[in-house]
């Protein structure tokens, strides 16, 4: 019998835990004769009932665990926790809000039985997201992958299913600014997509603002790729290349016209040009060196307050 770990982060989803376990019930009940399924909350700081509401379900049902981080970590995060918990033979992530159809999880473990390591859920269409949100994520992706060598797939989403060889890979990335998307790609190993449609958020408010998919976007890009310092470096040589035949013409002017207080317009523009481009270059290398400085510190990503594990209280009842 082989083991299944479902790994689900969860940030004020108290209303949320109660159908996502009904659903992912349907799905583990047609499976149970030839798989058993761990399913882990990981609480990421909750404000709200979520600890409590899932020690209740855990009260009825034997296969569900508890991690309780001491703070809110974020998604990325979170989802770490649960790869480290994991000594199963594959994991599914999905998200607590039923944004992710349990359903699609017979078609993973039937593509992951024929061999493949990686079976990602890629989104079909966005149901109740705004058009604002489909344009912005569309466009990075677009960006993201002219930019890097390895190339980050669209509207795949963290609703995937892993191997263990996976998982083992993922924990020896400990980055702190993670980036779990590129992560995957980063990896490797046969990975195969499925379709599903996204469904609107059943409870609660989306935790992304704009500033924060503007954070994961810079974080997306600055940890994945050093596209951004050769862009910048590129740029600097054209531009010193132009002042430079600027140069040599404003010298030769002068020398055959002599010199003549006009020519303070093109000045102020070369200069509040060239200027903007070196704000630009430092803000870049800023990036980078902040990332260098966060991982300098080599602090562990994040701390329990508390776990609920099913199979060792089973044991300790027993
Ligand atoms: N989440 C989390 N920590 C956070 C924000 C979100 O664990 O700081 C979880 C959240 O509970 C959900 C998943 O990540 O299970 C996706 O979050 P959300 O639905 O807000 O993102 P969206 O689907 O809008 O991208
Ligand atoms: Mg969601």
């Known amino acids: 019998m082989k083991n299944i770990l479902i790994s689900i982060p969860a940030y004020n989803e108290s209303e949320n835990i109660f159908p996502l376990y009904e659903a992912i019930t349907t799905v ?5 004769n030839d798989y058993s399924f761990e399913i882990l909350f990981i609480n990421d700081g909750s404000t709200d009932e979520t600890v409590s509401t899932v020690l209740k379900l855990a009260e009825k049902n034997q296969d569900i665990s508890l991690i309780d981080l001491s703070r809110n970590y974020g998604k990325e995060i979170a989802m770490s926790a649960g790869f480290d918990y994991f000594t199963h033979d594959a994991m599914v992530t999905i998200d607590a809000d039923l944004q992710h159809p349990p359903l699609a999880i017979l078609e993973m473990i039937k593509l992951w039985e024929l061999g493949y390591e990686d079976v990602y859920a890629q989104r079909n269409a966005r149901k109740g997201e705004s058009w604002l949100k ?10 993201l992958s002219k930019m890097s060598d390895v190339s980050v797939l669209p509207d795949a989403g963290d609703y995937r299913l892993l191997d263990k060889k996976v998982v083992v890979a993922l924990n020896k990335l400990r980055e702190t600014q993670r980036y779990t998307k590129g992560l995957y790609n980063w990896v490797g190993f046969k990975k195969i997509a499925i379709e599903f449609d996204a469904e609107p958020r059943l409870h609660g408010e989306t935790k992304w603002n704009f500033g924060s998919l503007v954070k994961l976007a810079v974080e997306g890009i600055t940890s994945y790729t050093t596209a951004p310092l050769k862009l910048s470096m590129f740029f600097g040589f054209i531009i010193s290349s132009l002042a430079f035949i600027y140069m040599i013409y404003v010298l030769i002017k002068t020398m055959i016209y002599g010199a003549d207080t006009s020519g303070f317009p093109s000045l102020m523009i070369v200069m509040l040009f060239l200027g903007g481009c070196q704000l630009i270059s430092i803000g ?21 307050e508390d776990t609920y594990d099913c199979k060792k209280d089973k044991n300790n009842k027993s």
């Open 284 to 304: 870049i290398i800023g990036e980078y060196l902040g990332r260098i400085f966060m991982e300098t510190k080599q602090r562990p990503l994040y701390f329990i």
């Open 28 to 32: 583990t009940e047609q499976l149970k």
């Open 134 to 143: 489909k344009t912005t994520s569309k466009m990075f992706y677009r960006v």
